[in-house]
């Protein structure tokens, strides 16, 4: 999959804004404001928890984890479904073991 990098994105197109539109220079400007503060943004997001599927974790999210019977440690205060015994149970695992969705732990469970 490829990602955009939309700061990156914003200062290309403001340099066509400017170079070619009335006013092209005030906007250009808003729009590379635009983009530092995507990217003092993008900072904050970057230093969140991420799952073992990459996604970022908030507070109340439900995470998934695919049960392998051995000590995880490291427990957190996040919500997690545990598989066990084909029933989906509530526990708590470090964040970067678990999943964002109940299919991507399945999937994982395989490994």
């Not at 490829?2 to 340099?15: D, E, I, Y």
């Not at 919500?79 to 509530?90: D, E, K, L, S």
Request: charged share 20%; with cysteine; hydrophobic share 45%.
């Amino acid at each position: 999959m490829m990602t955009v990098n939309l700061a990156t994105v914003l200062r290309l197109h403001a340099k066509f804004v400017a170079a070619r539109c009335p006013d092209g220079s005030a906007v250009a400007g808003d729009m590379c404001d635009a983009a530092d503060e995507i990217e003092r943004l993008r900072a904050i997001v970057d230093k969140l928890p991420k799952t073992a599927d990459g996604v970022t974790v908030v507070p109340g999210m439900l995470l998934y984890h695919y049960a392998t019977g051995r000590p995880l440690g490291n427990v957190v205060t996040y919500t997690a479904g545990m598989r066990a015994h084909g029933q989906w149970a509530v526990a708590a695992y470090p964040v970067g073991d678990c999943y964002s969705t109940r299919e991507a732990a399945e999937a994982a469970g395989g490994e």
